[in-house]
Nanobody, 120 residues
Framework: QVQLVESGGGLVQAEGSLRLSCAAS????????MGWYRQAPGKQRELVAV???????DYGDFVKGRFTISRDSTKNSVTLQVIRLKPEDTAVYYC??????????????WGKGTLVTVSS
């Protein structure tokens, strides 16, 4: 059974930085698309960043250079580095992955999420 486990969330002051990590376990294959989504209170879940195994990336429109995704494909892990955090970045951040490269139609595997709270 595939499990994605996130770490690194917490309370951060505005303009601070944060590093979220996600590691997959319980699988016998490589994950192609891995990335992060977030859901703020009262809002829909949105894409933050995704990276496929060939290094291609896709970022949400709001990112504007503040979020950077990286991954270790050999270890099926992905990291999200965030700088200049804003209160509106407060959300539950979810790690997600697919065996294939297609993520637009939805990810197959999801973590339980890690809460990021940005105080002003």
């Amino acid at each position: 059974q595939v499990q994605l486990v996130e770490s690194g969330g917490g309370l951060v002051q505005a303009e601070g930085s944060l590093r979220l990590s996600c590691a997959a376990s319980g699988i016998m294959f490589s994950l192609n698309a891995m990335g992060w989504y977030r859901q703020a209170p009262g809002k829909q879940r949105e894409l933050v960043a995704v990276m496929t195994s060939d290094g291609s990336t896709d970022y949400g429109d709001f990112v504007k250079g503040r979020f950077t995704i990286s991954r270790d494909s050999t270890k099926n892990s992905v990291t999200l580095q965030v700088i200049r955090l804003k209160p509106e970045d407060t959300a539950v951040y979810y790690c997600a992955a697919n065996r294939g490269s297609d993520y637009v139609r939805g990810m197959s595997y999801w973590g339980k999420g890690t809460l990021v709270t940005v105080s002003s």
